[in-house]
């Protein structure tokens, strides 16, 4: 648990399911008060608030899409409007799909880049407006990926909005560090969410997961949300423009292991 937590607010978009509901089972435990965004699944939503509210925690849901600005900017203001202030912005959101890149449309390059990398940047630029026009001090957490690092055939969109998410977060950590505001990666490896739960459910396919994790297992979600409930806590005060790798090894070159190569 960290103290300071208590009372604080936090938008975490795409926050229906997966990491980012389980994002906001964590810091609903600190007791802050969440926004917590979806873009079609209304009903996880509102299950992830009904259960925050059931264990006496403050919560409240909405839509938006995160690659469009007037929804993002909407996102800011049911924070102000419920909670009065925003200490945290969590850019959770994110989807992949799988094609070959010369197979790949421009509608899908763009689906996925507007979604992970320009979502990114309209989530974080509403804060950090948010944060200059009160001269406040901010805390902004970025989901990117192990492949931000490791390059994925088919999934090439994906793997250059990842790279932008950790380059955009160094960049704005820089920026915007003499006013207090902090801004940090988190890169997951493989995780346990319905992002996954196609190919995890094929024995072969978990299989060939594993092999690629130094700790031979997959991730679980409250894995990834005890990081960033740390990166929220003033306990990492000192961490600005960092990317933490909740991997069990993935970004360690496994094939390494045993003195190989
Ligand atoms: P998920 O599919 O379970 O959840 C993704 C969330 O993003 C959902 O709530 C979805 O509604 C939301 N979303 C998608 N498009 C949106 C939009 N346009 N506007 C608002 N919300 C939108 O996936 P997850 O595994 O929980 O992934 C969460 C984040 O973690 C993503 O950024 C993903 O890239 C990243 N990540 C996941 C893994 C993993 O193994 N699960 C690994 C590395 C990185």
């Known amino acids: 648990m960290y103290n300071d937590l208590k009372g604080k607010v936090a938008v ?10 389980a994002i906001a089972e964590r810091l609903a435990k600190e007791h802050m008060k969440l926004v917590i965004n979806y873009n079609s699944d209304a009903k996880g939503a509102e299950d992830t608030v009904k259960m925050i ?3 006496g925690g403050d919560a409240v849901a ?27 912005w969590i850019n959770n959101a994110g989807m992949e799909n799988q094609v070959h890149t010369h197979e790949m ?7 996925v880049i507007k979604v992970n990398l320009t ?6 630029r509403a804060a950090l407006r948010y944060w200059i026009k009160k001269d406040r001090p901010g805390n902004i957490i970025n989901m990117s990926s192990v492949h931000d690092q490791i390059p994925w055939p088919t999934f090439s969109h994906y793997a250059a909005s990842k790279g932008g998410v950790k380059m955009f977060s160094e960049t704005i950590a820089l920026e915007y560090a003499k006013r207090g505001i902090r801004v940090n990666s988190v890169s997951p490896g493989a995780i346990n969410t319905p992002i996954n739960a196609k190919k995890f459910s094929d024995p072969d396919q978990l299989a060939d997961t594993k092999e690629m994790v130094p700790m031979d297992r997959i991730g679980k979600p409250e894995e990834v ?15 600005t423009g960092d990317t933490i790798y909740v991997d069990g090894g993935m970004t360690l070159y496994p094939e390494f292991e045993e003195g190989k190569g």
Not at 12 to 21: A, C, D, L, N, P
Not at 228 to 234: G, K, R, Y
């Open 225 to 239: 949300s005890a990081t960033v409930a740390w990166l929220a806590s003033t306990e990492s005060g000192y961490v």
């Open 62 to 88: 909405t839509q938006a899409n995160v690659g469009d600005e007037n929804d993002v900017q909407h996102l800011l203001d049911v924070a102000i409007d419920n909670f009065g202030d925003l200490d945290l």
């Open 119 to 124: 979502g990114t940047f309209l989530g974080a």
């Open 53 to 55: 509210k059931d264990k």
């Open 12 to 21: 975490i978009t795409g926050g229906s399911k997966g990491i980012g509901k």
């Open 105 to 111: 449309s421009l509608a899908d390059w763009n689906k």
